[in-house]
């Protein structure tokens, strides 16, 4: 695939004939399964839409080794959320505050304003802002606990005036997880349910007995959460059909490589199929970072994700100059995107489509994962190119405002009256010329 490779990782090179083709094959990536999937997702929505709380239940029970009898066993108090919070350790509930006050104060500078203004003849026209009724929270649980994501995904949503947030994070053993119940009591969650999977899509896209139906679904998961999530996309919204973690670091050859390894490993350990890339101008740069991999990938505790993320899905890319640096990093549309390099700022006006840029030697990606403040649900797998950060405006709608004075109605209704006859639609026509002012 290459024309130099280690067991560890790939070395591909944009003068190889074969790069595009091979850099091709590194992107691909479907974050909807396959058929067999998608059947199995179908009939578990359509038994929670038909019997609700008892289809949860038994879903729950099957894949997450649990043997509870009502929903009662899965619904979390804020008695209990705020008991989690209390017993942290003092480093740990400071830790999670400091972060928690950081997102709050970058969204807040998001939020939107409604907006009027009056034409000269008195008509008013604008824009009403509104925040969502209900959201629901998708919290990951399983091979990792995520309070991370609870601060990322509630914090915006609280921010943006959303009345009540619902939030369903999967215990599989029945383990709750310390960290997680705090960051929701921190973040002002409202409900949380310990249920996961396709079952917990399913029930906040259509309510239940015990769970409010919401307006919205934000929060990545698994191949079964996002398959649900785009099959429920329509009832209610979604944020976006999440893939796996993605990294993309530049380096100019001065960055130390032991940095750029860890922080290569950051994402590639999160799963098997995230994705690591490092580019660099400099050959012996290249070496440098690769020689730090195997020397710094047996020292990690999850080593044997990140190893098969490298092997599968990781790249060391040898490119020509910083300009075609940039055609990479817009052709790829990194999820993450590290800009190792002096003068970050030069870089800028040029970086077209990445989720997150983080500038400079000393801002890695994990910064940005926990406490940086800006939101780490970002778009993947080339999404950058048309999508944002989740943000407070993700948990808003607006309204269009017309308010028309007679003589305005009458200037517009001639107008209107021309374009409707044209399009054969005379009822609107005729409607536009009742308020005609002869």
């Not at 280690?6 to 691909?28: C, E, K, M, N, P």
């Not at 066993?73 to 017993?87: I, N, T, Y």
């Amino acid at each position: 695939m290459s024309d130099k490779s280690t067991a560890t990782i790939a070395r591909l090179s944009t003068v190889d004939g074969a790069f595009h083709q091979h850099l091709d094959a590194l992107l691909d990536w479907e974050g909807v399964s396959d058929k067999a999937v998608q059947a199995r997702v179908e009939e578990i929505l359509a038994d929670v839409k038909r019997r609700g709380d008892s289809a949860v239940v038994e879903a729950t029970n099957r894949f997450d080794r649990l043997s509870v009898e009502s929903m009662e066993q899965l619904c979390l108090s804020p008695e209990q959320l705020k008991k989690a919070f209390d017993g942290l350790p003092t480093e740990q509930r400071n830790a999670l505050s400091a972060a928690a006050e950081r997102i709050k104060r970058y969204h807040e500078r998001q939020k939107p304003s409604s907006w009027q203004y009056e034409e000269a003849d008195g008509t008013v026209l604008g824009q009403k802002v509104t925040p969502l009724d209900r959201a629901g929270i998708y919290v990951p649980g399983g091979k990792a606990a995520y309070p991370s994501s609870v601060l990322m995904n509630a914090i915006p949503a609280h921010v943006a005036g959303v009345r009540e947030i619902v939030m369903v994070v999967p215990t599989p053993g029945g383990v709750l997880n310390d960290l997680v119940l705090a960051a929701a009591h921190l973040a002002g969650v409202d409900y949380v349910f310990t249920i996961g999977g396709a079952q917990a899509i399913a029930a906040l896209a259509y309510g239940t007995e015990s769970i409010p139906r919401v307006d919205k679904i934000v929060g990545p998961g698994n191949i079964y959460v996002a398959t649900a999530k785009r099959a429920v996309f329509g009832q209610v919204g979604i944020d976006m059909i999440a893939g796996p973690s993605e990294i993309m670091v530049v380096s100019d050859g001065q960055t130390d490589p032991d940095w750029l390894a860890m922080d290569l490993f950051s994402q590639a350990e999160h799963d098997e199929d995230a994705q690591a890339i490092f580019v660099s101008w400099k050959a012996d740069h290249l070496d440098a970072v690769e020689a730090s991999i195997e020397r710094l990938l047996p020292t990690l505790e999850r080593e044997d994700i990140a190893r098969a993320s490298l092997q599968r899905r990781g790249a060391l890319i040898l490119c020509q100059d910083q300009a075609e640096a940039i055609e990479l990093i817009n052709r790829i549309a990194p999820e993450h995107l590290e800009l190792s390099v002096e003068t970050p700022g030069d870089w800028l006006d040029d970086v077209r489509h990445a989720g997150a840029i983080f500038m400079g030697r000393h801002t890695s990606e994990a910064l940005g994962d926990y406490c940086a403040g800006p939101n780490h649900v970002l778009p993947t797998s080339g999404t950058a190119r048309f999508s944002s950060p989740l943000g407070v405006y993700d948990f808003q709608k607006r309204s269009s405002i017309i308010h028309c004075s007679p003589d305005g109605a009458s200037e517009l209704g001639k107008i209107a009256s021309v374009l409707a006859r044209g399009e054969s639609l005379t009822a609107h026509a005729r409607s536009a010329e009742y308020r005609i002012i002869d």
